[in-house]
């Protein structure tokens, strides 16, 4: 079996699983977000209104941090109230967006299989978790049972090798999969990352990775555990064998994709499908408004890291409004720690609270009709984050900074 089916095997209780076999699964955490929590409390409700998962259940507050009306200041209240009267431990709505926060605490590891309310669970991949998205309603399902039905996927084994060239990261690598393969060809279908630089990759850059499998369809994607896996996660305080958990070396994949990272260049998805992907020289020159580091797919410290130095002694440009949100409270205390938030403010830099921020359109930057945004995000949808008329161009936190700077989409090398 490879690692996905060995993962859901293990939570079936099964020896093995294939293809298209339909399992019960135990799920190790299931997470309800502030935007989903009233269909989640509804439909609980209407199953019993017991809770059965105990502390495997998380409720996060992150699409509205902090609360921008009144209606999204009571639902997180309600949220509180909630954890409060049926005895749960873990509510976070002060820390960051989800994935984050469950990848820094340990929520997310080798072996366990994780769903959230949310489209990107498959973000902790990363830590050799299978994560997945479900709807309210299942999420409300397995705070009740603790188990939900799925389909085994089939499995795509994306083999990477080679190192990445200057100023190319994991986000170029994603669009490279849709540039080639598109938003529709992992349908219901699991992702698994091998091969040589597969390894010599960080968790962060993993979890952009798993993070932008999502605009490719992937119902999860995942990275075998490594002692770069162990190491991250000895930092939340949780101890892991990274050979645990392995693909069969007799493993069967439905389709086998090599990627020769050396080969790849700065990309940029422009509007509005995260497919339209293009090198960056082709879109530079197009004017922005806008340069927003943020989001669950890249706001990590090692992105805000890379954005300051870019700034560093550099200006963004006057008719450029930047801001940069970062995934985590933790990362945004780490950044002004090692001096990356003093270097962006300089810039000129507006840097928030950690949370959703800009992407989805709530607050912390809601794009008006004639704005143009450079953006580290994963979508660029038609009124993604803001008005319908409003564009929005994927790309690398390098990318992002860089254009800040001239003002107009920019490969980083140019400067």
């Known amino acids: 079996m490879n690692l996905t089916e060995r993962i859901l095997a293990r939570k079936a209780g099964l020896d093995s699983v294939a293809p298209g076999q339909l399992i019960l699964a135990e799920i190790d955490v299931a997470v309800v977000s502030d935007i989903q929590f009233p269909v989640f409390r509804q439909r609980l409700q209407e199953f019993g209104g017991k809770i059965a998962i105990g502390d495997r259940g998380v409720l996060v507050g992150d699409h509205y941090l902090p609360a921008a009306t009144p209606d999204q200041g009571r639902r997180i209240r309600e949220m509180i109230d909630f954890a409060e009267e049926h005895g749960l431990a873990h509510c976070f709505v002060s820390e960051g967006i989800k994935h984050q926060v469950l990848a820094e605490r340990g929520f997310a590891r080798p072996g366990r299989l994780v769903a959230a309310s949310d489209s990107h669970t498959n973000t902790l991949g990363a830590l050799g978790a299978f994560g997945t998205a479900l709807g309210a309603s299942e999420i409300a399902a397995v705070f009740a049972i603790g188990k939900m039905w799925f389909k085994v996927p089939e499995t795509i084994e994306i083999s990477l090798t080679g190192e990445f060239p200057p100023y190319v990261y994991a986000k170029d690598l994603t669009l490279e999969i849709l540039r080639r393969c598109g938003t529709r060809f992992a349908r219901y279908r699991s992702l698994e990352f091998t091969g040589p630089a597969a390894h010599r990759l960080s968790i962060e850059e993993r979890m952009t990775v798993c993070n932008m499998s999502t605009e490719m369809g992937a119902k999860a994607c995942i990275f075998a555990p490594d002692q770069e896996t162990a190491r991250y996660l000895s930092e939340a305080g949780v101890t892991v064998d990274p050979q645990e958990w392995r693909a069969d070396p007799e493993a069967k994949y439905a389709e086998r994709i090599v990627i020769d990272l050396s080969e790849l260049t700065p990309l940029v998805a422009a ?8 090198p960056v020289r082709e879109a530079a020159g197009t004017r922005i408004t806008q340069a927003f580091i943020g989001s669950c797919a890249n706001a990590t410290l090692s ?37 990356y938030v003093d270097i962006l403010e300089d810039a000129g830099a507006i840097v928030t609270n950690a949370g959703c921020g800009a992407c989805p359109g709530i607050h912390l930057g809601v794009m ?48």
């Open 271 to 278: 509007p509005h499908n995260p497919g339209n992907v293009q």
């Open 303 to 339: 992105d805000l890291a890379v954005a300051a130095e870019i700034l560093k002694g550099r200006r963004v440009a006057r008719h450029v409004q930047m801001i940069v949100t970062p995934a985590s409270q933790w990362i945004l205390r780490a950044a002004r720690r090692a001096g």
């Open 368 to 415: 008006g009709p004639a704005d143009v945004r450079i953006s580290s995000q994963n979508r660029n949808f038609v009124g993604r984050s803001g008005h319908p008329d409003a564009q929005i161009y994927l790309s690398s936190p390098a990318v992002v900074a860089a254009s800040a700077i001239r003002g107009e989409v920019t490969d980083p090398l140019s400067l």
